[in-house]
């Protein structure tokens, strides 16, 4: 479904903010916005991921020193998150991934709800198969970024390493999801690209930074646990209606 300019761009504009505070964002939350308008999953990744590289590159560069993961990410998810893309990037799966986002969504959203400090231990020790779930995740339905934040936040307790270490495993994710696109379904990126990443640097440049620098990290993880609970439910709602009605 062709959806109109205007809309693409208020759409990567209201979550590259998001995405300048916490690392993750514009394909959290850009792509089931992107899937209720009725866009197909590749179209949605396509309208989000050239945005989604810059922003990442941009959050990442001159953080060097604060990037520990990246050989686990490139070894364990990125195998992974090809697969999963390659799966969902063909159409006729599209009946299934909206609900799949929705119910991923859901979870990923009752553990933050529960609390992440609850599972951090588990999660150290499983390292290696939360990475490979984490790229089957993102693959499949660009979720993975919210697993992202679980798993860092696990990790690392400084709000800046764990932006950087999101954004540095988001860039990699990405990177891997265009070569998918570009192989087979390179219509999906055109021109219209550049456009969409100059407002997210825009954005980032006048807005982003300066939110994340002064804002309250516990309202923000509210928020995004909010927003991931509505999107959850509006992705999960015609499923569930279609089955009321046929068991009726």
């Known amino acids: ?15 590259s903010v998001v995405q300048s505070l916490f690392g993750v964002g514009l394909l959290v939350f850009g792509t089931p916005t992107f899937l209720l308008l009725g866009a197909s999953y590749a179209e ?22 604060k990037i520990k993961i990246s050989r686990g ?28 986002v929705g119910v991923i969504m859901l979870f990923l959203s009752l ?29 499949v339905s660009n979720q ?9 936040g696990s990790i690392y307790s400084d709000k800046e390493k764990i932006r950087t270490n999101i954004a540095f495993a988001y ?16 219509n999906v990126i055109g021109w219209m690209s550049v456009v969409y990443g100059l407002v997210t640097l825009i954005l980032y440049q006048s807005l982003g930074k300066a939110i ?4 309250n990290v516990k309202i923000f993880n509210l928020i995004f ?11 999960l709602a015609p499923t569930i209606f279609d089955w009321v009605v046929v068991q009726q």
């Open 144 to 152: 993975g970024g919210a697993l992202l934040t679980i798993l860092m």
């Open 212 to 215: 994340f620098e002064s804002g």
């Open 225 to 235: 646990t909010g927003f991931m609970v509505i999107y959850g439910i509006l992705l």
């Open 171 to 186: 860039l990699l994710f990405a990177l891997s999801q265009l070569i998918v696109l570009l192989w087979f379904k390179a």
């Open 1 to 15: 479904m062709e959806i109109s300019l205007f809309i693409v761009i208020l759409v990567v504009a209201i979550f």
């Open 111 to 139: 553990i933050r709800i529960v609390g992440v400090n609850k599972f951090s231990d588990k999660i150290k020790n499983f390292g290696r198969s939360s990475l490979i779930v984490t790229g089957v995740v993102h693959g």
């Open 44 to 65: 949605s990744v396509g309208y989000l991921l050239p945005s989604s590289i810059l922003l990442s590159t941009l959050q990442s560069h001159g953080f060097r020193d």
């Open 73 to 100: 990410i490139i070894i364990y998810a990125i195998p992974f998150v090809f697969l999963g893309m390659l799966l969902s990037a063909n159409g006729k799966y599209y009946s299934i991934i909206v609900p799949m």
